[in-house]
């Protein structure tokens, strides 16, 4: 069931591409911090994964290090950012982070979004 989540995330992956930058967005119903692994590996920047769940969603967030090291993007203290705003759990390293939102508080693509490209000047 890990193998078929990864090829159904990447199947169903939205590629963005800003300047140089590769960003993935998929959407799968489980393992989806192996999925997010899987769009690093097949070539994407930066992999951000949804998973939906009973009560909430569940995003990870995945950077190859060359991008965190050229930009300065840390993708667990946007995390931390977005949880201290939005009062939930969220955090990781530079390169690795999730966050778990209350499905009463939507899924926050679009806020993640925007703090990735603001740190990579997009």
């Known amino acids: 069931s890990k193998r078929i989540a990864q ?38 920047d930066i992999a951000i994964v949804f998973s939906e769940r009973k009560e909430e969603y569940r995003v990870s967030l995945r950077a190859k290090k060359k991008v965190c090291l050229e930009n300065n993007l840390h993708l667990g203290k946007i995390l931390e ?17 999730s966050i778990n939102i209350p499905k009463e508080k939507g899924n926050l693509r679009d806020i993640i979004l ?5 740190v990579l000047n997009i």
């Not at 998929?26 to 994407?44: C, D, K, Q």
């Not at 949880?83 to 759990?89: A, N, R």
């Open 7 to 44: 090829i159904k995330g990447s199947q169903r992956a939205e590629l963005i591409k800003e300047k140089n930058w590769l960003i993935g967005i998929s959407e799968v119903s489980s393992f989806e911090s192996s999925v997010a692994n899987t769009l690093i590996r097949i070539g994407f």
């Open 81 to 97: 950012g977005i949880s201290k705003e939005h009062k939930i759990v969220g955090g990781g390293h530079d390169g690795a982070a």
């Open 114 to 118: 925007a703090k990735i490209k603001d």
